[in-house]
């Protein structure tokens, strides 16, 4: 039950784009298209900003878009500002009623 | 408006048991699985246990197995975490969270979660 592999960090300048790797397995990310991100702020709880791979929750900008492929989903934030600056979790269905997170991304608006 | 409030972090000594409490409102309790989520300082984010709407299905992590209990009271709106033999490493802020599943054999995702309460295991 090893948690999802994401990039430590990732960064980009205002309205650049970048796009954060979540790697799992074929029992994980690979085997069921329930796979969201969340969002954090410092002190804060998560908020979803995407679910079921690719949906956004209703107030969630069009900026933010998921996708997967095989055993790796994805996050784009695209024409990034300055409130993306967080840290960035993706979550998946592992089977047998259980959950896997990844180790976390913190994005930088340079 | 869609809540959820935990209670009952504390610092406790290694070895020794807690019991986290989370009382839901402003949706239909009974129809959704609950996590437990937690967050060890400065640390991501690693989930702990979940339950199906009717209990009838429970999971773990393999970091917990053995040592901690999920239940709950739709009765009541609450949802509660038994904590045994604690450990130094079990250490977080603990959040009680919604998942968008009514169903007892899978998860969807989280959609709400609440704002944590604290487990300190020290000596």
């Known amino acids: 039950q090893s948690a999802l592999t994401q990039p430590p960090s990732a960064s980009g300048s205002p309205e650049q784009s970048v796009t954060i790797s979540c790697t799992g397995t074929?029992?994980?990310?690979?085997?069921?298209?329930?796979v969201s991100w969340y969002q954090q702020y410092p002190g804060k709880a998560p908020k979803l900003i995407i679910y079921?791979?690719?949906k956004r929750p209703s107030g969630v900008p069009d900026r933010f878009s998921g996708s997967k492929s095989g055993n790796t989903a994805s996050l784009t934030v695209s024409g990034l500002q300055a409130e993306d600056e967080a840290d960035y979790y993706c979550?998946?269905?592992?089977?047998?009623?259980?959950?896997?997170f990844g180790t976390g991304t913190k994005v930088t608006v340079l | 408006e869609v809540q959820l409030v935990e209670s009952g972090g504390d610092l406790v000594q290694p070895g020794r048991s807690l019991r986290l409490s989370c009382t839901a409102s402003?949706?239909?309790?009974?129809?959704?699985?609950m996590h437990w989520v937690r967050q060890a300082p400065g640390r991501g984010l690693e989930w702990v246990s979940g339950?199906?709407?009717?209990?009838?299905?429970?999971g773990y992590a393999d970091s917990v197995k053995g040592r901690f209990t999920i239940s709950r009271d739709n009765a009541k709106n609450s949802l509660f975490l038994e904590m045994n033999s604690l450990r130094g490493d079990d250490t977080a802020l603990y959040y009680c969270?919604?998942?968008?599943?009514?169903?007892?054999?899978?998860?969807?995702?989280?959609?709400?979660w609440g704002r944590g309460t604290k487990v300190t295991v020290s000596s």
């Open positions: 969270a919604k998942d968008t599943s009514g169903s007892q054999y899978y998860y969807n995702y989280i959609d709400v």
């Open positions: 402003g949706f239909n309790f009974y129809g959704y699985a």
């Open positions: 339950i199906s709407w009717s209990s009838g299905s429970i």
């Open positions: 074929s029992s994980d990310v690979g085997g069921y298209n329930y």
């Open positions: 079921e791979v690719t």
């Open positions: 979550n998946s269905y592992a089977g047998s009623n259980r959950y896997v």
